[in-house]
């Protein structure tokens, strides 16, 4: 057990739909990172936060957003859901930025019908 | 882009044998690049990692070879045991900028027969 937190473990939706997916870090740690994991594009970076603040931005959609709270959970909003949106998401987290090892949680499973 | 270039795609090992697995990648700027070991139904989970001011690291089978002028580094998992069975993943960061989400390379999926 990493420590890190997500909910929910399974989720269906249909497309045009929005979700959202939240994810609490361990405890002490700043940065959260979400990831995707499909079985054609592997896992790819999404974005990170780092104390509530943006901190670095990768492979993801405009439809896509993400925000971290004051208690430094985070939440991860897909919006206008399309068939291509189905994977794993995992959000991952450590204590600053960096070289500091990321940990990461069990995944949300999403499925777009 | 594909920016970490891992292989091979799947690896069969017997148990007791040397299981090597080999990415390499083409951004300068990586200075950071970790292994995780991911099994199904879970996130990954971080294996061992290296900086580019050495040239290998180990930590009990598993050893970290890394060659930064033609930009390749290898996981070698010694005494490979069926409890090994799983993707591993490589993966690059350009950390030392200190807000970077690791790029990962495509997984191999390793199987140890016992």
């Known amino acids: ?113 | 882009q594909q920016q970490v270039k891992q292989s091979p795609q799947s690896l069969i090992v017997q148990k007791g044998g040397i299981s090597i697995i080999n990415c390499a990648y083409e951004n300068t700027a990586f200075d950071y690049f970790p292994w995780y070991q991911q099994f199904p139904g879970k996130g990954p989970a971080l294996l061992i990692a290296i900086r580019p001011d050495v040239s290998e690291k180990k930590e009990g089978r598993f050893t970290i070879s890394f060659n930064k002028s033609a930009k390749q580094f290898s996981l070698h998992i010694m005494d490979s045991q069926p409890g090994d069975s799983a993707t591993y993943f490589c993966a690059a960061s350009a950390a030392g900028g200190g807000a970077d989400g690791l790029t990962f390379g495509k997984g191999t999926h390793l199987i140890i027969q016992p």
Request: charged content about 15%; some cysteine; aromatic content about 10%.
């Open chain 1, 1 to 113: 057990d990493s420590g890190v937190t997500q909910t929910p473990k399974h989720l269906i939706t249909a497309t045009g739909q929005r979700v959202t997916l939240r994810c609490s870090p361990r405890s002490g740690d700043l940065s959260v990172y979400w990831y995707q994991q499909s079985l054609d594009q592997g896992l790819q970076f999404l974005i990170q936060y780092y104390n509530g603040e943006e901190r670095a931005k990768g492979n993801i959609l405009e439809r896509f957003s993400a925000q971290q709270f004051p208690d430094l959970h985070s939440e991860l909003n897909l919006s206008s859901l399309e068939l291509g949106d189905s994977a794993l998401y995992f959000c991952a987290s450590s204590v600053g930025a960096g070289v500091d090892t990321q940990y990461f949680g069990p995944g949300t499973r999403l499925t777009v019908l």
